[in-house]
T-cell receptor, first 116, second 111 residues
């Protein structure tokens, strides 16, 4: 497809399990962003890649969160030892622009994580 | 920590009414974007404003960036049920260096 694709769309995990969320950005987009959106809230910044380089990871809430984009295309957000407070929708966005805020962000539909 | 405060948090109106939603901050931004998000989907960009005092129109939607680039407003004329959704403002180029979002205004337009 032509848009940003995220998988899985829904994930239920038991507390303590590890999860991996995948993002396929729009082909050719330089920048890739991960946001966390809690119910009824706006998206909160987690991390930002420019090609394969992770330029900003200041929003990652703890060292249980890890993101990578090894070939500058597909990205994976990994959460280790999930906790109930990790329950949220995880949004991936890509942008043609190389800057952290200068271009239009194209969002995927999100991965909804529920931790029991 | 920079904050973008949006008001009102919820708005329920009848079809045909006009409305204005606000996005305010104590910080200066280089640019401000407005997105609309529907349930189960990601946000979709409506507009980007970059110049203080700038006004942009998109059909029935009018966006304004404050002179000091700290605030913005979105005005919708003759709202329609299709305008229903979560309206998010996002500021870029502030001290945090990335795009930060407000909590949004949830708009419901009833036929």
């Amino acid at each position: 497809g032509a848009g940003v694709s995220q998988s899985p769309r829904y994930k239920v995990a038991k507390r303590g399990q590890d999860v991996a969320l995948r993002c396929d950005p729009i082909s050719g987009h330089v920048s890739l962003f991960w946001y966390q959106q809690a119910l009824g809230q706006g998206p909160e910044f987690l991390t930002y890649f420019q090609n394969e380089a992770q330029l900003d990871k200041s929003g990652l809430p703890s060292d249980r969160f890890f993101a990578e984009r090894p070939e500058g295309s597909v990205s994976t957000l990994k959460i280790q030892r999930t906790q109930q407070e990790d329950s949220a929708v995880y949004l991936c966005a890509s942008s043609l622009s190389g800057g952290p805020y200068t271009g239009e962000l194209f969002f995927g539909e999100g991965s909804r994580l529920t931790v029991l | 920590t920079q904050l973008l405060e949006q008001s009102p948090q919820f708005l329920s109106i009848q079809e045909g009414e006009n409305l204005t939603v606000y996005c305010n901050s104590s910080s200066v931004f280089s640019s401000l974007q407005w997105y609309r998000q529907e349930p189960g989907e990601g946000p979709v960009l409506l507009v980007t404003v970059v110049t203080g005092g700038e006004v942009k129109k998109l059909k029935r939607l009018t966006f304004q960036f404050g002179d000091a680039r700290k605030d913005s407003s979105l005005h919708i004329t003759a709202a329609q049920p299709g305008d229903t959704g979560l309206y998010l403002c996002a500021g870029g180029g502030g001290s945090q260096g990335n795009l930060i979002f407000g909590k949004g205004t949830k708009l419901s337009v009833k036929p």
